[in-house]
């Protein structure tokens, strides 16, 4: 979803429900044109498995599993987890409340209940 910016499971005009059997049958696909790269596919296709036994990340390596797989080759596991790797952008904020970096979804909290 981050890569692409839509969820893997959503297909035009599924609605909710139908959204929800996809995700939990693990029924998803990746964009046509080569959008998401062979190396994000392997990632992705090895974290979502159904069976929990079989997921990435739950295997007898654990996390580590995760962290050398390739497509995290560019980050630098023991930096980032000592917080010692510089953040590409810092936003300027008003106030510890500022919002101003996200979309605003005041129309949908409007919305009646459906």
């Known amino acids: 979803e981050m890569l692409v910016g839509?969820?893997?499971?959503?297909?035009y005009g599924t609605d909710q429900v139908s959204l929800f059997k996809r995700i939990v049958q693990v029924k998803y696909n990746?964009?046509?044109g080569?959008?998401?790269n062979d190396t994000a596919q392997d990632l992705i296709q090895?974290?979502?498995?159904?069976?929990?036994?079989n997921r990435f990340g739950c295997l007898?390596?654990?996390?580590?599993?995760?962290?050398e797989h390739s497509w995290f080759?560019?980050?630098e596991t023991e930096k980032l987890l000592k917080k010692s790797i510089q953040a590409p952008w810092i936003p300027q904020l008003k106030d510890p409340l500022d919002a101003s970096h996200f979309?605003?979804?005041?129309?949908v909290e409007n919305e009646?209940?459906?």
């Open 6 to 11: 839509r969820s893997p499971f959503y297909s």
């Open 30 to 32: 990746f964009p046509p």
């Open 34 to 36: 080569g959008v998401v």
């Open 46 to 53: 090895r974290l979502v498995v159904r069976r929990v036994a």
């Open 60 to 67: 007898a390596r654990g996390d580590t599993d995760i962290r």
């Open 73 to 75: 080759s560019v980050i």
């Open 103 to 107: 979309d605003s979804y005041k129309h």
């Open 112 to 114: 009646p209940p459906s």
